[in-house]
């Protein structure tokens, strides 16, 4: 079993849906949770970090449930610059970051 | 924008060339990281350097070698390198590699070896 799972996609959504995004990673003991995205040929950029508590920016909203051991990304609103791979990134106890492999999201006009 | 700044952008370079590729991060990060990003793939971890030591290789060849002059640059000597070797290769900078802290990235360096 992979470390961090995701659903690769691809999601096509029209502007404007709600899209969301699960992750399960199989390492309980892992520490800390984020969610970056990386576009065409860019760099990943830290879109949040994901905290037991969940947490809230804008239209974006992370979830970590530890007991299932998966987080989860929901976009509301979506637009069209939301388009872009979304990574799942988890650190474990060795506190080095491990990727999943990315859901592609193209939100269509 | 990124404050982890890499140069150069784009390599195109030979079997046997000797080439560099440097970092440099302005956030007073005490931990950086080479990292190796092939297309459709994430990236994958080369190498960790905590307080300018290196504290991780994970298995790279030696035709890749890291060096760290200080704790804001971070430099990936090539030498001898394979065409499989072609990838973007981005660097990244952390608060420190002890505890969990985000990891900022580069733009990368889009290498393409013929």
Known sequence: RKEVEQDPGPFNV??????????TYSNSASQSFFWYRQDCRKEPKLLMSVYSSGNEDGRFTAQLNRA???????????????????????SGSARQLTFGSGTQLTVLP | DTEVTQTPKHLVMGMTNKKSLKCEQHMGHRAMY?????????????????????????????????E??????????????????????????????????EQYFGPGTRLTVT
């Open chain 1, 68 to 90: 299932s051991q998966y987080i989860s990304l929901l976009i509301r609103d979506s637009k069209l610059s939301d388009s872009a791979t979304y990574l799942c990134v988890i």
């Open chain 1, 14 to 23: 029209p502007e404007g849906a709600t899209v969301a995004f699960n992750c």
């Open chain 2, 68 to 101: 760290c002059p200080n704790s804001s640059l971070l430099n990936l000597h090539l030498h001898a390198l394979q065409p499989e070797d072609s990838a973007l290769y981005l660097c990244a900078s952390s608060q420190d590699s002890y505890s969990s802290y």
């Open chain 2, 34 to 66: 080479w990292y190796k990003q092939k297309a459709k793939k994430p990236p994958e971890l080369m190498f960790v350097y905590s307080y300018e030591k290196l504290s991780i290789n994970e298995s790279v060849p030696s035709r890749f070698s890291p």
